[in-house]
């Protein structure tokens, strides 16, 4: 348990990261976004130029995001030089190990230009003679490239001094193995990722057969986070987005549109209000303006400690403010399946109910697209408003602020109940009792308590007698890492915490009545 809580320690920078690059494009869209022209409109050159440098910057990161994973796993043990490089060079030769040897003939949302990479094979002999990509492989690829790099670098430190190859120094024998643990990695991915894309398309071809059928949309609903949260997103977007699986439109002049957001955005270029279209986009306008931002809410209602609220307040207000603008979902998501797999799991399942609901109710609304898939930001604030006026999206319009009502507070109550009720014991099986008392010998007695709050992932502890604080303890418990600060003891026991603090000061006023007494 321990092991899992400190995922959040890896996790943590990329997902800043991450949340900055949203940011950017949050940003940018103001200035970019087609549909902010109806309300204001910017013609500085400057400020055009400057947005287009965040959006680029943004979509880069987003895009990428499973690399700056891949670099924070290689930093955090040995943090050398080495270990980043060994890792550098062990993605970039999976990466191109998997362009040269992994089937072609997969769809083409199945490879990507990861880091720019790609090949001209018109000279190769052998070789198809066209442009050839990496596999996207997402967080899958890149985590596996971190874990036999780490292991190279482990085995390099034993790596003696005598022997035929002593002329090697240790840091590029690290170098070496993992380049050749990487290729072998890239060629296992080479012929075992096509099965699973070839799966996956199995259960699109599915999706396609009938989606008009609600429960064929809440399984594309739940697929699509899934991926999403693996940074494989693309792969079914792009599919049902811009393929036929996404449905198909014939114009006046006999052009052929396929996927759904592609004939949303060729009708609307027509003043056309499209029918039967924007399916697969309208349940975002329902997570990103009301879901989301009712379990922002409920997650800062968790900070008990007066100071850290008015310290995290303005994270708050920014991710709600982004949240109505592009999305926080996909950071969001990363941190739940990390912290909280269970509230995750509860939010992928809500997710796919309210996709299979949009289309029981026919509620069809797209966006204004623009940009690589994989960093699209469906259901924005300004996408919606635009249509407020127009009659033919009244009863969709109608439908959103209902089902969003009730999100709202559906997600505001799940994400209270999880963290309050869920998060250590699901079964009752006297689990939290157990480490209640534990945490009493770790501490030294509910007695030594002065005051104690607590956050989603971190319990905060002030004690009279610190002598009697026991660490090891702390760390049998499950805590992944204790700091002490001015304020006190803060111990990371993930999203127990709550759970922690709601038992710890029940038992505080038993043993305050007490003496009383």
């Known amino acids: 348990m321990r092991r899992w809580h400190s995922l959040l320690e890896i996790f943590l920078f990329p997902l800043k990261l991450l949340f900055v690059g949203i940011v950017f494009i949050a940003l940018s869209s103001l200035v970019l976004n087609t549909n902010t022209s109806v309300f204001f409109t910017i013609n500085d050159s400057t400020l055009v130029i400057v947005a287009h440098l965040l959006k680029t910057v943004g979509n880069f990161i987003v895009v990428n995001f499973p690399f700056f994973v891949m670099l924070k796993m290689m930093t955090r043990r040995n943090g050398q030089g080495v270990g980043i490089v060994s890792g550098l060079l062990g993605y970039v030769v999976f990466l191109v190990?998997?362009?040269?040897?992994?089937?072609?003939?997969?769809?083409?949302?199945?490879?990507?230009?990861?880091?720019?990479?790609?090949?001209?094979?018109?000279?190769?002999?052998?070789?198809?003679?066209?442009?050839?990509?990496?596999?996207?492989?997402?967080?899958?690829?890149?985590?596996?490239?971190?874990?036999?790099?780490?292991?190279?670098?482990?085995?390099?430190?034993?790596?003696?001094?005598?022997?035929?190859?002593?002329?090697i120094d240790r840091d590029t024998y690290a170098l070496i193995l993992s380049g050749f643990y990487s290729l072998i990695l890239g060629v296992v991915f080479s012929i075992g990722w096509p099965i699973l894309i070839e799966g996956l398309y199995g259960i699109f071809k599915f999706i396609a057969s009938d989606i008009s059928n609600p429960i064929n949309m809440l399984v594309y609903g739940v697929f699509d986070r899934v991926l999403s949260t693996l940074n494989l997103g693309g792969i079914i977007r792009y599919t049902f987005w811009f393929t036929e699986m996404g449905g198909t439109w014939l114009d006046m002049t006999g052009t052929s549109y396929a996927g759904d957001v592609a004939v949303w955005v060729a009708q609307a270029a027509r003043n056309l209000y499209p029918s039967g279209f924007g399916r697969f986009i309208t349940p975002y306008y329902i997570l990103n303006l009301f879901a989301i931002p009712g379990m922002l809410l409920a997650l800062y209602t968790t900070f008990t400690d007066k100071i850290e609220k008015r310290r995290i307040r303005m994270l708050f207000l920014i991710a709600l403010l982004v949240s109505m603008l592009t999305g926080v979902i996909l950071p969001l998501e990363i941190m739940l399946a990390v912290t909280a797999p269970l509230l995750f799991a509860m939010h992928i399942f809500v997710t796919g109910i309210i996709f299979g609901v949009c289309q029981a109710m026919n509620l069809n609304l797209g966006f204004a697209f623009a940009g690589k898939t994989a960093a699209a930001m469906p259901g924005n604030l300004f996408d919606l408003l635009v249509y407020v006026r127009n009659?033919?999206?009244?009863?969709?319009?109608?439908?959103?602020?209902?089902?969003?009502?009730?999100?709202?507070?559906?997600?505001?109550?799940?994400?209270?109940?999880?963290?309050?009720?869920?998060?250590?014991?699901?079964?009752?099986?006297?689990?939290t009792r157990k480490k209640i008392d534990g945490f009493s010998v770790a501490?030294?007695?509910?007695?030594?308590?002065?005051?104690?709050?607590?956050?989603?992932?971190?319990?905060?502890?002030?004690?009279?007698?610190?002598?009697?604080?026991d660490y090891n303890q702390f760390k049998n418990l499950g805590a992944s890492r204790i700091l002490e600060t001015r304020a006190g003891y803060a111990i990371d026991f993930g999203a127990g915490s709550t759970i922690y603090r709601r038992e710890l000061t029940k038992r505080m006023k038993e043993c305050k009545r007490r003496l009383e007494n």
């Open 391 to 431: 009659i033919n999206a009244y009863q969709t319009i109608m439908g959103i602020m209902t089902l969003g009502a009730i999100c709202f507070v559906l997600y505001f109550v799940m994400t209270k109940v999880y963290y309050y009720f869920l998060a250590l014991d699901l079964f009752n099986t006297g689990l």
């Open 443 to 469: 501490v030294g007695g509910i007695e030594n308590i002065k005051m104690v709050n607590s956050s989603p992932f971190r319990l905060y502890v002030q004690v009279y007698d610190t002598n009697l604080i």
């Open 97 to 167: 190990v998997t362009m040269f040897m992994a089937p072609q003939d997969l769809a083409s949302a199945a490879y990507d230009s990861v880091l720019g990479l790609s090949l001209n094979t018109a000279s190769i002999k052998g070789l198809s003679g066209l442009t050839q990509y990496p596999l996207q492989t997402g967080l899958v690829g890149a985590v596996s490239v971190a874990l036999v790099s780490r292991l190279a670098y482990q085995q390099s430190r034993g790596k003696l001094r005598y022997g035929l190859f002593s002329f």
